[in-house]
């Protein structure tokens, strides 16, 4: 008893007589031995590539690349990723997935013992934080969705995460990743350190200013300068004035010999004191970092689990994608392998499937060929989004593969060349592809078994090394298979028994045996070529004599051996060249190409369908618009209305107080005339309730001519029919015709644009609203930008005084940096030769930041004032 599930593959196939039984328990190892060699044979790396375009994150890139996409151990499993894909599917709009990095190896540093860097703190941070907003963007998507069920396989797989809040929180306490830089409230001592550092600093600056100003007065330099050489603050001061700071400590000469930079005495013990302050900051800047990196490290087991978390997301929306990209169809699949449901009598059941890999180059195609084509064509590319028809692609030729429930082996046989490897690879790809929970590319319901190991011997196996030759090679690796196949494996084996004696034919197998099952790849005898199509339940013909009888064999010798032919050739298989049997092919064609052309006309009609329902949506909202907008005008009229006839009457109540009884039929009077006045002047013009019959009972169109039907919403369509006796006349919108009454339509103005209907008279009222409106706008647009006030303070200015070229020009770009917009900075460049001005001058006309800058004034000598934008 064979308890393999196999799918054979023969040209010339020998004698099968006892597959060995698989073993009860199989070798783990050779196992996976074997099922890594079948995903490469059948090319899964490859589409796992495919995958890795549409995946969002690095941890999704490197997975696809390098085919560590899962599949599914249980049947459960692969339901579940299947769920996960209909789930993605299902969304309105893809999650933002920006921020996540991978840290495992952060955080593997971190477990290590390694003292983490701040920029690696806040890889940590982020990724946390990125991780928390995709479970929040999902919450917010099922939050307003109706089918808060179809949510759940994705909220299902972030639900169980620890996202580490307190983590990223105590990281965002403790580093600043802006400027990466530890913040002085990240301890006590350390900020307690810098306020000291501060303090003594400025005690520094202070002394050495006073020193450089007596040095600047006594002639031996050009301006005051306090500058840093090796760590330490210093004063310049010319070598021909060496004397006035004798106890000083020569630390640095200048490029021309001519300037010492001197620590003076007084300022030895302030400058210990700096060094030391330093160093005791940054000693309580590593502790603090070393006290994150345990922290991260104790946390390393969530982290990853959420790392993987995040990954399976990831996937999930990749494999989405992914099925949209192809127009896949979700799979059906039965968990008990070669056991099936009396209401079902397959076990494979997939129309039109097309092998993904060969897929890619056509869509590929169609997809350049559809963007360079006019929006205008949009209905007919390749594409649809409705699904792809059964004639939009001609590559790769689309099979059917049907396996009865009681069918346990198939033999296909058929000239070389004909799609007989590439059937088989198709069917154990998107086997795998079912494991993996992907969307296949086939039509209707693809059906497919759930199967534990898809295992495969295609190619060959000679190994010189091992002294194998094709057979053995082909043995071999067939005898490991059958160690570790199970009733629920898929086994595909190519050119069964190649380079050994084919005395006995496989194909015969079927007549002994139901478990048995033929099949044949269709070879067009009248283009000599194969069509790439499956007939299940035939048997391959040889071909080779009638392309030699096509290319000019020799007649004589080809009749001879056609004789051979007949005699060696079983009776059955004569039966095959039958007149009946070719009429049945012919039939089965003519099937084929009127299933193909009622498949268009469905999808036709169902494009006239939905062009028809949107347009009377697009009625609908249209109408409900005008009425709103309509009842709006009118409220707000009404308003108008009751506010000048409340001033009439409050003037008339205001009269009649000082008016003679016998005036008072006259004030009346005035009083009535002046709401009359107010009532005709809101009166709705004659114009703007004309009858439309008497408006176009005198237009008549022409064929040919392009009229506007107003009851579709001022559509332009094309006469085709002269009007009729009953005032109506037949018109196309696209592919609709319609005859409409010659009441509902008006002719297209000579400029090309559509007649507009009159406008009522308070339309002057709303022309001068929104002239008024614009002159508001008009004057917003003239007010200036106002800025900060020009206050000079330690924060708004940067001294550049002492700074080399370079020095000075970093300083100058990370102070405009650090501004905030609508600000001013004052740069500090002094008056020695000018030419550090000029280079401020420079970088302030380049900047894109700079709005404008003042030149040093009277009042400012040595400072230029910059306006931020």
């Avoid at 459960?76 to 709009?93: G, I, N, V, W, Y």
């Avoid at 790849?521 to 013909?541: C, D, H």
Wanted: aromatic letters at 6%; one cysteine or more.
């Amino acid at each position: 008893m064979i308890l393999t599930q196999s799918f054979f593959r023969s040209n010339s196939p020998p004698p099968l007589r006892n597959l060995s039984r698989a073993t009860a328990s199989p070798d783990p190892r050779l196992a996976d031995s074997l099922q890594s060699e079948a995903l490469k044979i059948l090319e899964w790396p490859s589409l796992c590539n495919q995958l890795s375009a549409f995946t969002s994150t690095s941890m999704g890139l490197a997975a696809a690349q390098s085919a560590r996409i899962p599949l599914g151990r249980t049947p459960t499993e692969t339901r579940r990723l299947l769920d996960q894909t209909s789930a993605a599917l299902t969304m309105p709009r893809p999650l933002d997935f920006s921020g996540i990095q991978d840290v495992s190896q952060i955080v593997d540093a971190s477990v290590a013992g390694t003292m983490l860097m701040i920029g690696e703190l806040c890889s940590v941070r982020r990724t946390l934080r990125s991780a928390r907003s995709l479970i929040q963007q999902l919450e917010e998507i099922a939050s307003h969705s109706s089918s808060y069920h179809r949510c759940w396989p994705l909220l299902e797989i972030l639900r169980d995460c620890d996202f580490l809040v307190e983590l990223e929180r105590r990281i965002e306490f403790c580093v600043d990743c802006n400027f990466s830089l530890v913040l002085g409230q990240a301890s006590e001592e350390l900020e307690m350190i810098r306020s000291e550092r501060k303090l003594n600093m400025e005690n520094l600056e202070a002394m050495l200013k006073k020193i450089s100003s007596q040095v600047f007065q006594a002639g031996g330099i050009d301006r005051p300068l306090v500058t840093k050489r090796r760590s330490r603050m210093c004063v310049a001061i010319r070598t021909t004035h060496r004397y006035l700071l004798r106890d000083g400590v020569v630390l640095d000469t200048s490029s021309s010999g001519a300037t010492y930079f001197i620590e003076p005495r007084e300022a030895v013990e302030l400058n210990n004191l700096e060094v030391s302050l330093s160093n005791s900051e940054k000693m309580e800047e590593q502790a603090i970092l070393s006290y994150l990196s345990s922290e991260i490290s104790e946390a390393s087991v969530q982290i990853k689990y959420l790392l993987d978390k995040v990954l399976e997301v990831d996937l999930a929306f990749a494999r989405a994608a992914h099925a949209q990209w192809m127009n896949g169809v979700c799979p059906n699949f039965s968990a008990v392998g070669c056991q099936n449901s009396e209401h079902n009598s397959l076990l494979v059941n997939v129309s039109s499937i097309r092998h993904p890999l060969l897929l890619e180059s056509s869509l590929r195609n169609i997809s350049t060929h559809s963007t360079s084509r006019s929006s205008s064509s949009n209905q007919e590319t390749g594409v649809r989004k409705s699904g792809m028809l059964p004639g939009d692609l001609d590559f790769p030729v689309p099979i059917d593969i049907k396996i009865g429930s009681g069918v346990r082996v198939i033999v296909i046989s058929g000239p070389n060349t004909g799609g007989k490897t590439a059937s088989m690879k198709t069917l154990g790809l998107v086997s795998i592809m079912l494991k993996a929970g992907m969307y296949l590319p086939a039509q209707n319901h693809p059906q497919l078994p759930w199967f534990d190991l898809v295992l495969a011997d295609i190619g060959d196996h000679q190994s010189l090394e091992q002294s194998l030759s094709t057979f053995s090679g082909h043995i071999s690796r067939i005898c490991n298979i059958l160690k570790v196949a199970t009733e629920r494996s898929l086994v595909l084996l190519d050119e069964l028994g190649s380079g050994t004696d084919p005395s006995e034919d496989l194909t015969r197998l079927k007549e002994k045996d139901a478990k048995f099952e033929n099949a044949a790849m269709e070879f067009s005898l009248e283009s000599l070529q194969p069509t790439y199509r499956i007939l299940w339940g035939s048997m391959g013909e040889s071909n080779a004599l009638s392309i030699a009888k096509t290319i000019g064999f020799d007649g004589r010798i080809i009749e001879r051996a056609q004789s051979w032919v007949k005699k060696l050739t079983p009776e059955k298989m004569q039966k095959l060249n039958t007149l009946l049997y070719q009429s049945l092919l012919e039939e089965r064609n003519k099937l084929e190409i009127q299933e193909k052309k009622t498949a268009s006309l469905h999808s036709d009609v169902l494009r006239l369908y939905h062009e028809i329902h949107d347009e009377a949506v697009d009625l609908d909202v249209r109408e409900a618009a005008l009425k709103a907008n309509e009842t709006k005008m009118i409220q707000k009229e009404l308003k108008v209305v009751k506010a000048e006839v409340d001033t009439v009457v409050q003037e008339f109540e205001k009269q009649l107080k000082i008016t003679e009884p016998k005036d008072f039929n006259i004030l009346l009077k005035e009083s009535e005339s002046a709401i009359a006045s107010i009532v005709q002047a809101h009166q709705p013009s004659g114009d703007d309730f004309v009858d439309r019959n008497a408006t176009s009972s005198f237009y008549v169109p022409q064929i040919g001519e392009q009229i506007v039907i107003k009851d579709l919403g001022d559509k332009v369509a094309t006469v085709i029919e002269a009007p009729s006796a009953d005032n109506t006349v037949l018109v196309q919108y696209g592919k609709i015709r319609v005859r409409v009454n010659l009441s509902s339509i008006n002719a297209v103005a000579a400029n090309g644009a559509l007649a507009s209907a009159p406008q009522p008279r308070r339309k002057g009222r709303q022309t001068k609203r929104l002239e008024n409106l614009k002159n508001i706008s008009d004057s917003m647009k003239d007010e200036k930008v106002s800025y900060s006030p020009v206050v000079q303070t330690l924060k708004n200015t940067v001294d550049l005084r002492g700074m080399r070229f370079e020095e000075a020009t970093f300083n100058i770009e990370m102070a405009i940096n650090s501004r905030g917009p609508n600000s001013v900075l004052f740069i500090i460049h002094g008056m020695g030769t000018g030419v550090l001005k000029e280079r401020v001058y420079e970088v302030l006309k380049k900047h894109p930041c700079i709005e404008k800058f003042e030149q040093e004034s009277p009042m400012n000598y040595g400072c230029t004032v910059a306006f931020i934008k």
